[in-house]
C-alpha cells in the first residue's frame, strides 16, 4: 500500500490524499480499483457491484474520466470500490493522458485491483500492456474476463486470457450480472486479512457547482493535494459527480466535483445530459453548495439559473468568485464587484460572497470556515418560545394586513425542521397572509437569530386545519 509520504504535504489536506477514506482518524476500508483500456465495460461492473447507477454508462470510449468511489459490501465485507478511466499506455491525447494517470494513482493507492478485459475482442496489445503496468505493481490482481453473456461453458476464447499471465480467470456477465458473486468471492480472498472499520466521523457534504470552465475541478484538487481530478482548459472535461474525503484541522468534508452545468439549448451530447442530471444529483445530497463564478467573464444568466435551483432545494450555499488573482483591482474593485453581484443574486440575499483563487490557493483557507459556520447555520434550531416572543414583537411593530373588514390573526409559530430552518406559523386564514408579510416575518427571524447562508421556509397553516 503506498503510504504517499513522499509527497508535499497540503495544509488543507495533511493526511494521504490519495485513500479517501484513509484519511479519517480510526476508519479503515481497503479499497479496490477497477482497471482496463477503454469500453471493456468497467463503468457498467462498477454500477453491477455497487448496486446504482454512479458512472455513466455509454457505448463511448473515455466516458468516465475521474476516479469515481462508491461502497461495496459483500458477505459482511465492505470495501471502497473505484471506477477509472481506461487505460491507454501509448495515447498523446492530453485528456487520455491525465485519464491514464488518474487510473495509475488508483492502482497506487488500492490494496486489490480487478482487471476487466473483454471476450468478443480477445487479448489486445493494449490489453498486455496494461497487464505488465499491474505485475509492476505487485498488487493482488482478479482477472475479470467480461462480456461472456451465456450461460454454461465458458466460450472457447475465453481460455486465451491465461496468456497474460495473471491466474485463473473469472467469466463476468456485467450486463446481466453473471458471476459477479464469483468475482467478488476471489476479490474477498486477495483482500485477505484486511477488515474495514466503521466511519467514526461525521462529514459536512460540499457540491462545487457552476459552469464549465470556472475552476471547480481546480479547486478540489488544490484541496486534496493531489491531481484527484482531471484538468483541462476543454469544457464538459469532468462528467461524473465524483467525490473527494478531506480530513483536516477544519474538519471531515466530503467534496463533490460536478459537471460543469451549461444551457439546454447546448446540451447536445446524451453523455452531457446525464453529466447535468448528475450535477442536479450532487446538490441533492450535499450539505453545503459552493457556487462558482469566473472573476474575468462576471455573473450571467447560468449562473442565476444554477443558484436558483441550489435556493429551490434549500441547501445552505457561498458565492465564491474564482480566478480573483487574474483580475485587475484597485482599493474598491471587490467592494465593487460585491455590490453588482448582491444586486444579481437578489434572490438569495441570505449568501455570503468569497473570493479565491483555486490556482493559487488565496483564500482557501477562510473557505472552510465559511462552510463550517453556514453549514452550522443550516442546522440551528430555535425553541418554540423565542420563536413566539418575536412573533410578538413583530406584530406589535407591524400590524398584521387585513382584507374586507377582517385582520390577519397570527396564533404560534413553531420549528417543524433543520437543513433548510423551516418554520410553521398557524394562523386564522391562509388567504389574509399576503406574500410582503409572509418575507417581513421571514426577514425578521433571520436578522435575528443570524441565520446567514441558508434559505429559509415559512409553511402557513390555518389553525384547526
Given at each position: 500500500m503506498s503510504s504517499g509520504n513522499n509527497s508535499p504535504v497540503n495544509p488543507f489536506n495533511p493526511v494521504n490524499p490519495i485513500n479517501p477514506v484513509n484519511n479519517h482518524v480510526g476508519t479503515y476500508k481497503p479499497i479496490?480499483?477497477?482497471?482496463?483500456?477503454?469500453?471493456?465495460?468497467?463503468?457498467?461492473?462498477?454500477?453491477?457491484?455497487?448496486?446504482?447507477r454512479l458512472s455513466i454508462v455509454e457505448d463511448t470510449p473515455g466516458v468516465t474520466r475521474d476516479r469515481i468511489y462508491a461502497d461495496c459490501e459483500w458477505r459482511g465485507r465492505s470495501f471502497m470500490l473505484v471506477d477509472t478511466g481506461g487505460v491507454e499506455p501509448f495515447s498523446t491525447d492530453e485528456i487520455r493522458a491525465q485519464m491514464r494517470r488518474q487510473a495509475l494513482a488508483a492502482i497506487?493507492?488500492?490494496?486489490?485491483?480487478?482487471?476487466?478485459?473483454?471476450?468478443?475482442?480477445?487479448?489486445?496489445?493494449?490489453?498486455?500492456?496494461?497487464?505488465?503496468?499491474?505485475?509492476?505493481?505487485?498488487?493482488?490482481?482478479?482477472?475479470?474476463?467480461?462480456?461472456?453473456?451465456?450461460?454454461?461453458?465458458?466460450?472457447?476464447g475465453f481460455y486465451e486470457?491465461?496468456?497474460?499471465?495473471?491466474?485463473?480467470?473469472?467469466?463476468?456477465?456485467?450486463?446481466?450480472?453473471?458471476?459477479?458473486?464469483?468475482?467478488?468471492?476471489?476479490?474477498?480472498?486477495?483482500?485477505?486479512?484486511?477488515?474495514?472499520?466503521?466511519?467514526?466521523?461525521?462529514?459536512?457534504?460540499?457540491?462545487?457547482?457552476?459552469?464549465?470552465?470556472?475552476?471547480?475541478?481546480?479547486l478540489v484538487n488544490f484541496i486534496a493535494g493531489d491531481q484527484r481530478m482531471i484538468v483541462s482548459e476543454t469544457a464538459g472535461t469532468t462528467r461524473d459527480a465524483a467525490d473527494t474525503f478531506v480530513n483536516n484541522p477544519h474538519g471531515n468534508y466530503i467534496f463533490i466535483d460536478?459537471?460543469?452545468?451549461?444551457?439546454?439549448?447546448?446540451?447536445?451530447?446524451?453523455?452531457?445530459?446525464?453529466?447535468?442530471?448528475?450535477?442536479?444529483?450532487?446538490?441533492?445530497?450535499?450539505?453545503?453548495?459552493?457556487?462558482?463564478?469566473?472573476?474575468?467573464?462576471?455573473?450571467?444568466?447560468?449562473?442565476?439559473?444554477?443558484?436558483?435551483?441550489?435556493?429551490?432545494?434549500?441547501?445552505?450555499?457561498?458565492?465564491?468568485?474564482?480566478?480573483w488573482d487574474a483580475l485587475e483591482k484597485d482599493d474598491h474593485t471587490m467592494s465593487e464587484y460585491k455590490k453588482k453581484l448582491q444586486s444579481d443574486f437578489s434572490f438569495m440575499s441570505y449568501a455570503p460572497f468569497m473570493f479565491i483563487s483555486a490556482a493559487t490557493g488565496q483564500r482557501v483557507d477562510k473557505l472552510f470556515e465559511m462552510i463550517n459556520f453556514i453549514y452550522e447555520q443550516g442546522c440551528r434550531r430555535i425553541t418554540t418560545g423565542m420563536l413566539?416572543?418575536?412573533?410578538?414583537?413583530?406584530?406589535?411593530?407591524?400590524?398584521?394586513?387585513?382584507?374586507?373588514?377582517?385582520?390577519?390573526?397570527?396564533?404560534?409559530?413553531?420549528?417543524?425542521?433543520?437543513?433548510?430552518?423551516?418554520?410553521?406559523?398557524?394562523?386564522?386564514?391562509?388567504?389574509?397572509?399576503?406574500?410582503?408579510?409572509?418575507?417581513?416575518?421571514?426577514?425578521?427571524?433571520?436578522?435575528?437569530?443570524?441565520?446567514?447562508?441558508?434559505?429559509?421556509r415559512l409553511i402557513v397553516r390555518e389553525r384547526g386545519k
Open positions: 479496490v480499483a477497477v482497471i482496463g483500456r477503454p469500453n471493456v465495460g468497467k463503468s457498467t461492473l462498477f454500477n453491477k457491484l455497487i448496486g446504482r497506487d493507492s488500492a490494496q486489490a485491483v480487478i482487471f476487466i478485459v473483454d471476450i468478443k475482442d480477445g487479448v489486445t496489445s493494449t490489453d498486455i500492456e496494461v497487464s505488465d503496468i499491474l505485475k509492476k505493481s505487485a498488487k493482488p490482481i482478479v482477472l475479470c474476463v467480461n462480456k461472456c453473456d451465456s450461460i454454461g461453458e465458458n466460450p472457447v486470457f491465461y496468456n497474460l499471465g495473471l491466474g485463473d480467470p473469472i467469466a463476468v456477465s456485467a450486463a446481466h450480472g453473471n458471476g459477479t458473486g464469483d468475482l467478488l468471492d476471489e476479490v474477498l480472498n486477495k483482500l485477505g486479512d484486511i477488515f474495514e472499520q466503521e466511519y467514526d466521523t461525521e462529514h459536512i457534504k460540499v457540491a462545487v457547482v457552476g459552469k464549465p470552465n470556472v475552476g471547480k475541478s481546480s460536478t459537471a460543469g452545468i451549461r444551457r439546454k439549448s447546448k446540451i447536445n451530447e446524451k453523455i452531457e445530459h446525464y453529466s447535468v442530471l448528475r450535477a442536479h444529483m450532487a446538490v441533492d445530497r450535499s450539505d453545503v453548495c459552493l457556487i462558482m463564478l469566473d472573476a474575468l467573464e462576471g455573473y450571467t444568466d447560468q449562473d442565476s439559473k444554477i443558484a436558483g435551483y441550489v435556493h429551490e432545494q434549500g441547501k445552505s450555499s457561498v458565492i465564491v468568485v474564482n480566478k413566539n416572543d418575536l412573533l410578538a414583537v413583530c406584530t406589535a411593530r407591524v400590524q398584521p394586513p387585513t382584507k374586507k373588514g377582517k385582520r390577519l390573526k397570527l396564533y404560534y409559530i413553531t420549528q417543524s425542521s433543520a437543513s433548510p430552518p423551516t418554520f410553521v406559523i398557524f394562523c386564522n386564514d391562509k388567504e389574509l397572509f399576503h406574500f410582503s408579510y409572509k418575507r417581513y416575518i421571514e426577514n425578521q427571524i433571520r436578522r435575528m437569530f443570524n441565520l446567514t447562508g441558508t434559505p429559509i
